[in-house]
């Protein structure tokens, strides 16, 4: 289509590489290819998300890796930014100079 996007991600491994590097190959492919990505761009991310843990988990139990990782990405589409992210990973957006609070992180004392 005639849509611009552009997106954006960063993994921080926990325990290793193997989770984040594997995010890294395939979270992008999985949002890419989501049925919903034209439509529904947010829910595009948060399936792919699941979708790339769920791949993850099943080669680290055949494989017997003990990685883990959080992540964050951002799709922008048009003039819309999406975010969306995992663990204590965060975005800080600056617009004019000031920051611009997005989301509030994955901490242990956060209900």
Known sequence: ????????AVFDGHGGVDAANYS????????????????????????????????FLFKAKREKLRS??????ALIVGNKLHIAW????????????KAVTLMEPHKPERE
Do not use: W
């Open 1 to 8: 289509d005639d849509v611009d996007r552009a997106y954006f």
């Open 24 to 55: 890294a190959t395939h979270l992008h492919v999985n949002v890419g290819l989501h049925k919903e990505i034209v439509k529904n761009p947010a829910e595009a991310l948060k399936c792919s998300f699941q979708k790339t843990d769920e791949m």
């Open 68 to 73: 883990g990782t959080t992540g964050v990405s």
């Open 86 to 97: 995992l663990g204590d990973s965060q975005v800080m957006l600056v617009q004019q100079g």
